[in-house]
């Protein structure tokens, strides 16, 4: 079984920093791209960065510039390092990976089950 968890969520002042970590643990052949989405209140999923395998990142516009996304192939592990932080990046949010099990012939997205994030004005 694979298993995707996020952590590092939490309540934080504006202009304050989080660290959001995200681990993938099982059977895992390969993963490629890796991504943090986020969902506030009444609003849909949005993407806020993305990495691949290779290192290769892209950014919600609405974060350039505040925030960065890293990953740890060795650890199977990726990062979301958060600055800046406003009221209006506060909501849930999600680690997605696509990744090959073991014994599975394709790579399929796996999901954690979401961090809260909350910034204070």
């Known amino acids: 079984q694979v298993q995707v968890m996020e952590s590092g969520g939490g309540l934080v002042q504006a202009g304050g920093s989080l660290r959001l970590s995200c681990a993938a643990s099982g059977r895992i052949v390969t993963i490629n791209r890796m991504a943090w989405y986020r969902q506030a209140p009444g609003k849909q999923r949005e993407l806020v960065a993305d990495?691949?395998?290779?290192?290769?990142?892209k950014y919600a516009d609405s974060v350039k510039g505040r925030f960065t996304i890293s990953r740890d192939n060795a650890k199977n592990t990726m990062y979301l390092q958060m600055s800046s932080l406003k009221p209006e990046d506060t909501a849930v949010y999600y680690c997605?990976?696509?990744?090959?099990?073991?014994?599975?012939?394709?790579?399929?997205?796996?999901w954690g089950q979401g961090t809260q994030v909350t910034v204070s004005s």
């Open positions: 990495i691949t395998n290779g290192g290769s990142t």
């Open positions: 997605a990976a696509n990744l090959r099990q073991g014994g599975s012939t394709y790579a399929k997205d796996y």
